[in-house]
C-alpha cells in the first residue's frame, strides 16, 4: 500500500488501519493483511501512561516510528504530528515532518487545521503527504472539555463540513474522522475526493481505523461504544502469568529440557 493506493482505493474498497507503537508488533502486523499501520500519539497514553496525548513530543513520535518501520518494512507507515507541532509555523511544521519521515514514516497525520493552513500547505509542498483528522482531535482535550462526541451541534458539523473541503484544497490524501455521529460522516465521505478514514464514525467512511490494544483487549476496563474487541488477550495475557507464577513457585519451571546441561 502507498499514499497513491490509498487514494485510488476509494469507491473501489475499504481501507484498514491499526496503531503501532513498537517492533515487535510491527513485526507481527506487517505480516498480517492491514493496509496501513498508525503511529498514533495515543502512544502517549496507551504506552507512556499519560492522560491526553498532550503528553508526546517529535522525539517521542519519532524514535517509536523508527521501532515500527523496522519491524514492519513492508507497510505503510502513517505518523501523527505531536501536540504544538503544526502551531508554530511552517518552518517548524516541515522540520517536524521531516523527523518523521526521516524515521520511516510514508506520511503524516495532522489535528484540526484552523489557524495552520499555511503549516499544512507548507508540508505538502516539501513532499510529504499529509492525513488529516477531524471531529474528536484528541489534542484539543482541553478545549473540548474531555473526550466527546464531536459534530452534534449546527457550527461543530460546519466547521467538519468545511475542514473536510479546506483539507482536501490544502491537499491531504485522506482524513480520519473520529467520534462524530455517522450521517455526518457519509456526508464528508460523499463530498470529497480523497478516502476518509473513521473512528467511531459509523460505517459509510472509506476505512476504518482502531487502536491495537483496543481491538485485542490488552486493558480489560469497559470497551468505548466504538471498540470491537476481536480477542481478549489481556484476560489470556494475565492467565498465562499467573502460571507462570504458579510454576516458578512449585518448580516446574523450568524443566531440564528448559536448561543447558555443563
Ligand atoms: O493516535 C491515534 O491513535 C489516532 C487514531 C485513533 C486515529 O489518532
Ligand atoms: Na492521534
Redesign the pocket.
Known amino acids: 500500500m502507498t499514499v497513491r493506493g490509498f487514494i485510488s482505493a476509494k469507491n473501489k474498497r475499504k481501507l484498514s488501519m491499526l496503531t503501532c507503537y513498537d517492533a515487535s508488533f510491527a513485526r507481527l502486523l506487517n505480516d498480517t493483511d492491514v493496509d496501513c499501520l498508525?503511529v498514533?500519539?495515543?502512544l502517549a497514553m496507551v504506552v507512556y501512561g499519560y492522560d491526553t496525548?498532550v503528553h508526546a513530543t517529535v522525539e517521542m513520535m519519532a524514535r517509536h516510528t523508527e521501532a515500527v518501520r523496522r519491524g514492519a518494512p513492508d507497510k505503510m507507515i502513517v505518523a501523527?504530528m505531536p501536540f504544538l507541532s503544526v502551531q508554530q509555523g511552517a518552518a517548524e511544521a516541515v522540520r517536524a515532518a521531516g523527523a518523521l519521515v526521516r524515521a520511516g514514516a510514508d506520511a503524516v497525520?495532522v489535528?484540526g487545521y484552523r489557524g495552520y493552513e499555511d503549516a499544512i500547505a507548507a508540508v505538502i509542498s516539501a513532499g510529504i503527504p499529509v492525513m488529516g483528522?477531524l471531529g474528536l482531535t484528541?489534542?484539543f482535550y482541553h478545549v473540548f472539555g474531555g473526550f466527546k462526541v464531536q459534530g452534534r451541534d449546527e457550527a461543530s458539523r460546519r466547521h467538519i463540513l468545511e475542514g473536510a473541503h479546506v483539507l482536501q484544497d490544502l491537499g491531504v490524501f485522506s482524513i480520519?474522522l473520529e467520534c462524530i455521529p455517522s450521517p455526518l460522516a457519509k456526508a464528508v465521505t460523499k463530498e470529497i475526493r480523497v478516502p476518509t478514514i473513521g473512528i467511531g464514525a459509523g460505517p459509510d467512511t472509506d476505512g476504518q481505523v482502531l487502536v491495537l490494544y483496543d481491538l485485542a483487549a490488552f486493558v480489560s476496563d469497559k470497551p468505548l461504544r466504538f471498540v470491537r474487541r476481536y480477542a481478549e488477550l489481556g484476560a489470556e495475557l494475565r492467565d498465562a502469568v499467573n502460571r507462570y507464577v504458579d510454576d516458578v513457585q512449585s518448580g516446574a519451571f523450568p524443566s531440564l529440557s528448559e536448561s543447558f546441561e555443563e
Open positions: 498508525l498514533g500519539d495515543s496525548t501523527d497525520k489535528e483528522h484528541p489534542q480520519v
